[in-house]
Every structure is written in structure tokens, then in C-alpha cells.
Nanobody, 129 residues
Framework: QVQLVESGGGLVQAGGSLRLSCAAS????????MGWFRQVPGKEREFVAA????????WYAGSVKGRFTISRDNAKKTMYLQMNSLKPEDTAVYYC??????????????????????WGQGTQVTISS
């Protein structure tokens, strides 16, 4: 089992940057694929990015590709989301999530929130225009 805690959210102006962190507890962090999702009130949770066990494989939603970078440090049991060139439409609560697997996972699998086993509590990101 793993517990996830996000941090790094806040209020920034459009065009600015933020880096989110997701700290994990537990002894097997490296056995989890990790993902970032975001949600605004009244809408479903939306896939943002995902990363494989070692960080060598990453996946992004089209809306953030080229602006966001997902990474992980298994020694620190922490995942990151570097967000650059932020836009007002990036405003949301951002959640990190984990799914334990011994097999490689596909993009279609990783984009579905229901596939993840563990979730953090979320961190608010607000981008002003």
C-alpha cells in the first residue's frame, strides 16, 4: 500500500511556472506507475501525464504536451510535475495517483482514472489571466 501527498500548488499569472511534487510512503514506490490528473468542479477527472517505473517512459495529454514535464526520483519516493507556460485553463485541483504493476502499461490504460489504485488529496493550481 502507498500513501500519496501532493504539494506545490498555488496562484500564478498566465505564462508562469509551478512545480508540483507527490511524496509517497511505502517501500515499493519503484513498482508503481504514477500519474497526474486534474479536475475542475462539475467535470470528470482529466488525465495530465504518467510515468513508468524508472522514469524512462512518459505520456502526456495533448493539452499539456510541450509545456509540462513529469519526472520521478525513486530514491526520494517522489514524483514531480514541472508546469511551464501556464494558462488559465490549467486551473484545477491536481491529483497524483499510483498503480502497482509488474507489466508495462499502455497509454490508453494510464489515461483512465479508474485504473489507479491510490490517490493523493489534491493540490489547487490557479492561473490568473
Amino acid at each position: 500500500q502507498v500513501q500519496l501527498v501532493e504539494s506545490g500548488g498555488g496562484l500564478v499569472q498566465a505564462g508562469g511556472s509551478l512545480r508540483l511534487s507527490c511524496a509517497a510512503s511505502g517501500r515499493t514506490f519503484s513498482s508503481y506507475y504514477m500519474g497526474w490528473f486534474r479536475q475542475v468542479p462539475g467535470k470528470e477527472r482529466e488525465f495530465v501525464a504518467a510515468i513508468g517505473w524508472s522514469g524512462g517512459s512518459t505520456w502526456y495529454a495533448g493539452s499539456v504536451k510541450g509545456r509540462f514535464t513529469i519526472s520521478r526520483d525513486n530514491a526520494k519516493k517522489t514524483m514531480y510535475l514541472q508546469m511551464n507556460s501556464l494558462k488559465p485553463e490549467d486551473t484545477a485541483v491536481y491529483y497524483c495517483a499510483a498503480v502497482q504493476t509488474g507489466y508495462s502499461l499502455s497509454y490508453s490504460f494510464l489515461t483512465r482514472a479508474s485504473r489507479y489504485d491510490y490517490w493523493g488529496q489534491g493540490t489547487q493550481v490557479t492561473i490568473s489571466s
